[in-house]
């Protein structure tokens, strides 16, 4: 490679070595060097994320040059999660604005939702109402909506900046009048209703694991990460509330990262069942509302 570089193919492996000298943190917009660098350029340069591979022959101008060198230092040297550059973040097709605002959407619910929650659903039955707690930038509320196109959907955030993300995110893709946001401590101040779906992608780092957190991460709201003591704080709260918000049919989904163990310890009469995920992280658990009704948590 020359020692300036190029081409976006020059720039790319430059800023995939780059990446590896300054230990960047990944796992917030992709899991790779190449695929965050790669869609950094792209972003930065106006060019088609589905650009074929001939674009890594295009030269870039002086001025191009200029801003591409800019954007990775901001992402590596001042450590600024790609997502709250580009403003943007991707769950599937689906593309929402995030800022500082709202941690960067990254769930499993996109590869979830689509046939294994169904499967845990009354047959024949469309689903009518459905929440997402803790909804952050809305993205999962509006999965929701997509998923279950008869469904009216709530969705819940504690964060009066988060919420103002969610309300901006609901209003451009066309759900502002189907997702209803409520500001409120999980179901604390939302009307009583009986849901045929509760899921939630709570805050779940134990607080001590806080420090431990790449830099990267703690750029994002410690309340979308701090779970508490034991993490489980927020999802004590969700199972307890739920008992009063299910259908006799319905069922609770959580996403709990690391929690599994613990959830397991926490709440064996819960029976939780957990979700096979591609990559084997199977940290999603589903729970039946009669499992729920006979708790005594
Ligand atoms: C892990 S983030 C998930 C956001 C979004 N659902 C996603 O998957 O990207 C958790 C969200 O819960 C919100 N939150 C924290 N405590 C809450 C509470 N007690 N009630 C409602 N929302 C809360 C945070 O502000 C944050 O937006």
């Known amino acids: 490679m020359p020692a300036k570089p190029q081409t976006l193919g020059d720039w790319l492996q430059w800023a995939v070595r780059a990446y590896g000298r300054h230990k960047a943190a990944l796992g917030q917009v992709a899991v790779s060097a190449h695929d965050e660098a790669l869609y950094l350029l792209l972003h930065t340069l106006g ?4 650009s074929k591979p001939a674009v890594l022959k295009r030269r870039l101008t002086p001025d191009e040059a200029t801003k591409v060198a800019e954007i990775f230092r901001r992402r590596l040297e001042e450590r600024v999660p790609a997502a709250y550059l580009t403003r943007e973040a991707f769950l599937g097709e689906h593309r929402f604005y995030v800022d500082e605002r709202v941690i960067i959407p990254r769930s499993y619910f996109l590869e979830l939702l689509p046939e294994q929650i169904p499967q845990w659903l009354p047959a024949g039955k469309p689903v009518k109402r459905a929440v997402d707690v803790c909804t952050g930038s809305g993205c999962l509320a509006i999965l929701l909506a997509h998923q279950f196109p008869e469904a ?10 988060a919420a103002a993300v969610a309300k901006f995110n609901l209003a451009t893709h066309g759900l502002a009048k189907r997702v209803l946001l409520h500001r409120s401590d999980v179901f604390d101040t939302v009307p009583a209703v009986k849901y045929d779906l509760i899921l939630s ?9 806080l420090r431990g957190l790449p830099e990267e991460f703690t750029k994002e709201p410690r309340m979308a990460l701090d779970g508490g003591r034991d993490g489980l704080d927020i999802i004590r709260k969700i199972l307890r509330q739920a008992r009063e918000r299910l259908q006799p049919h319905g069922i609770v989904t959580l996403e709990v990262g690391g929690l599994r163990a613990a959830m397991d310890r926490a709440f064996p009469e819960l029976d939780l069942h957990w979700l096979h995920t591609e990559d084997g992280e199977d940290c999603v658990c589903v729970i039946q509302a009669a499992r729920l009704l006979s708790w005594r948590g």
Do not use: H, W
Request: no cysteine; aromatic share 4%.
């Open 201 to 209: 992608n709570p805050p779940y780092v134990p607080t001590r694991e």
């Open 152 to 161: 009216k959907v709530d969705a819940i955030e504690l964060s009066p900046d």
């Open 47 to 50: 060019l088609p994320l589905d």
